[in-house]
């Protein structure tokens, strides 16, 4: 039977929100225990989605409502994946990130995503499944060639905490690759297949522009738990966008939300913000598509000099505006993960029928 300390802080937490969902704490399910024990109340809270950076705050401002020594932690879980696949050995979580048109900085996008994943204290893979033009060696730092295990697998690169796997790493930078459609998506099969990922909670995938033959190949054939839409503002480019929304629609992967990348320009010297890409196109298409809005990211040199450099901004400046922007989206992202079906086909038991002699 609850002690009456016990169910006032039940009731609180009725009331009481967590920042990230805006959902109370009872609802989003993330209370785990609500004890007294020795005369002292004791509150453990499970984050269903990585948001490290938040925990004292959260604790400290749940412990002061309710009167009780706050525990917070987080697990991240599988999540069902389209149906007749089954999930990647590894990986409980893929997310795709797309973008239906170049040019929109969709890789700095999901390069600073999975840097924000890590941070916030999850197990994060980096795979660049651009086959024709690789970035991510570059915005990650990284140079050299995957180790190769028992001859037909690979093991990723590691930077900054993130496993990574590109294309980039296999041939030489200066080298063109002339393939088509069945080559590049054999090889992008291949580069997610053969690498031996270890314990991802996410994988994030940075696609190539389009709806060709490499997404296609993603959509209908890799176990993807959600793809996340990156568009700036201007109608050229939301045209794109809606066209890879449709695709994703098509075969069932679920649509995690919409990024407006460059959305406003701020001048560096006098503070002038200019909407170089027109103002909200992003957010309306959001609206009008039914998906969620998970933010507007603004258009700054630092962020093309850090990327260029190897150093995004989640790594060079935490602290940031730009970086704390990309922790935002990373814990959206990673929130509506949580909210997808859970995938249980791992912890069903095995069924052997042997014949009888």
């Not at 990585?50 to 697990?75: C, D, M, N």
């Not at 099969?189 to 997404?215: A, C, F, N, S």
Request: hydrophobic share 45%; glycine share 10%; with cysteine.
């Amino acid at each position: 039977m609850s002690s009456a300390r016990e169910t006032a802080a039940l009731n609180l937490l009725d009331r009481l929100q967590d920042p990230v969902t805006g959902l109370s704490w009872n609802a989003s399910k993330q209370v785990r225990r609500v004890a007294e024990v020795g005369g002292e109340l004791q509150v453990d809270i499970e984050l269903g989605y990585p948001a490290r950076s938040l925990h004292a705050r959260i604790a400290a401002e749940l412990g002061q409502a309710l009167g009780a020594r706050v525990t917070v932690t987080q697990r991240i879980t599988a999540h069902a994946v389209q149906r007749g696949l089954t999930p990647l050995p590894g990986v409980r979580n893929i997310i795709a990130v797309a973008s239906g048109k170049g040019g929109v900085g969709k890789s700095t996008t999901a390069v600073n995503l999975a840097l924000a994943l890590q941070h916030e204290g999850a197990r994060v893979g980096l795979l660049d499944a651009d086959i024709y033009g690789p970035s991510v060696p570059m915005m990650m730092g990284l140079q050299g060639r995957p180790e190769v295990v028992d001859g037909k697998s690979m093991q990723p690169l590691v930077a900054k905490g993130v496993q990574v796997m590109s294309m980039g790493f296999l041939v030489p930078e200066d080298q063109a690759m002339i393939w088509r459609g069945p080559m590049a998506t054999g090889a992008l099969e291949q580069m997610l297949r053969q690498t031996q990922w270890q314990d991802l909670d996410y994988l994030v995938v940075d696609l190539p522009p389009g709806t060709g033959d490499i997404q296609l190949t993603l959509a209908q054939r890799v176990p993807v738990t959600g793809a996340l839409i990156v568009t700036t503002p201007q109608d050229i480019a939301l045209i794109d966008a809606r066209k890879a929304v449709a695709m994703f629609q098509k075969v069932g992967v679920p649509l995690l939300g919409l990024v407006e990348n460059m959305a406003v320009y701020c001048c560096p010297n006098c503070g002038h913000e200019e909407h170089i890409f027109g103002a909200d196109g992003g957010k309306a298409m959001a609206a009008k598509q039914g998906l969620a809005y998970l933010g507007a990211l603004p258009l700054q040199r630092a962020i093309r000099e850090q990327s260029d450099a190897g150093t995004p901004p989640v790594v060079a400046e935490p602290d940031g505006q730009a970086a704390q922007l990309y922790l935002q989206l990373a814990r959206q992202a990673a929130v509506a993960v949580s909210r997808l079906a859970k995938d249980y086909a791992a912890k069903f038991p095995t069924i052997s029928v042997s014949k009888s002699t």
